[in-house]
């Protein structure tokens, strides 16, 4: 641009030149032989200053060309991750009429963008809900200083409807769009909470049931159960036995999950973890990210996980004891209260251990837990019933 100033000041002197030369040319009887020499000089450096201003015209021309490619290519790529974006995303102007409109949005008032477009963002909440949202949009933009360092605070929810007659919760987050030299935008991103609200009012039953709701599976007794990562399993129904190895290649039982009872890899700091379904069993699978977004679901699951650091402190109390029978009937007491249930004779365990799940458990032998329990039934503590499961007796 400098160059083109200092050869439009160059021209222009040459100008003024030629039209001192013209001048006196007219005023001479005779042309002075010396003028022409002079003219053409002066006529050599403007056309060299029009050649050197139409290259540094066409350079800057050039540079204004692939810069404009460059943003058209850019506005392209923000349109298509516009319309990708998962959540639904919309500009409206100062006014609130819509301006665009992406895919997830359409998707979610099940409404066509023309459609759309140049209709009110307001006309889309529903009537209930309009004050709270004018009073929400007034607040936030009488605040919207702060929208620029705290994007956790211009969020609220409302209802919006979603052709032809349903009405959805939705999660509004507004950022105000500063361009110079025009107008503000308003860019609204929606999320569909409805799922999100339905799961917060069953946390908040007092008799919510975890489970409730979530795909189940099913595994067959004696089935190893598969870990899944970044989550736990939910014991909806039957019994599971958790193990490890020992140094000496022995099964160590860890612990036993029953109805109510969650277990999982992100649980256990143990290099070797293994879980079999002692029963057929039915588990359901729960997200750590899901636990983490909701105080109320971790709330209800901290009791569970407290029923098994108690079990686990039991399990190491009975490793401790000296005596082999008190390791035995500590473990039956135990396992009275993780797996017992009430009936006629008495407390029966729903789930049929091995004898040899009960010397691991009490650091013995097979053979002396077989006498020992034989020594129990003759003294009428225990009994077996049609199915081989213990009852235990008073």
């Not at 040319?25 to 053409?40: F, G, K, M, Q």
């Not at 994007?151 to 609220?156: H, I, M, Q």
């Amino acid at each position: 641009m400098n160059t083109i100033r200092s050869l439009n000041r160059r021209a222009q002197l040459s100008s003024e030149r030629l039209s001192e030369l013209y001048q006196v040319a007219n005023a001479s009887p005779l042309p002075a032989p010396e003028l022409l020499p002079t003219v053409l000089r002066e006529l050599g450096i403007v056309s060299e200053s029009l050649q050197l201003a139409i290259q540094e015209l066409s350079l800057q021309n050039e540079q204004v060309t692939r810069l404009q490619h460059e943003l058209d290519v850019e506005r392209q790529r923000y349109q298509d991750l516009f319309e990708v974006i998962p959540d639904g995303c919309v500009l409206t102007d100062a006014n609130g009429t819509i301006q665009r409109a992406n895919c997830a949005m359409t998707a979610l008032v099940n409404t066509p963008t023309q459609y759309l477009i140049g209709k009110s963002f307001s006309s889309l909440v529903v009537a209930e809900d309009l004050l709270l949202f004018q009073g929400k949009l007034k607040q936030l933009i009488v605040c919207k200083s702060r929208l620029q360092t705290s994007l956790d605070r211009n969020e609220f929810s409302v209802r919006l409807q979603r052709r032809p007659a349903q009405i959805f919760d939705a999660a509004l987050t507004l950022h105000i769009i500063q361009k110079p030299g025009s107008s503000e935008l308003y860019h609204w991103v929606v999320r569909d909470i409805t799922e999100c609200k339905r799961a917060e009012a069953a946390l908040n039953n007092p008799n919510y049931d975890p489970s409730f709701d979530r795909p189940t599976y099913h595994f067959s007794k004696g089935e190893a159960i598969p870990f899944e990562p970044q989550s736990i399993w939910l014991v909806v129904e039957g019994v599971v036995k958790l193990t490890t190895m020992s140094e000496r290649g022995e099964e160590v039982i860890m612990g036993l999950v029953s109805d109510g009872a969650v277990f999982g890899a992100t649980l256990t700091a143990l290099q070797t973890y293994q879980a079999i379904a002692l029963t057929n069993v039915k588990l359901a699978l729960i997200s750590i990210s899901e636990i983490a977004q909701s105080p109320q679901l971790a709330q209800v699951l901290l009791s569970s996980l407290k029923q098994r650091l108690q079990q686990t402190e039991n399990l190491l109390a009975i490793y401790g004891q000296i005596r082999v029978e008190e390791r035995l009937n500590s473990f039956l007491e135990l396992l009275k209260q993780v797996i017992g249930q009430p009936g006629d004779q008495g407390i029966r365990l729903r789930a049929r251990l091995t004898h040899q799940d009960f010397a691991n458990a009490c650091c013995t032998t097979r053979v002396t837990v077989t006498r020992l329990l034989g020594k129990l039934q003759d003294q009428g503590k225990i009994v077996q019933d049609s199915q081989n499961h213990l009852i235990l007796l008073g």
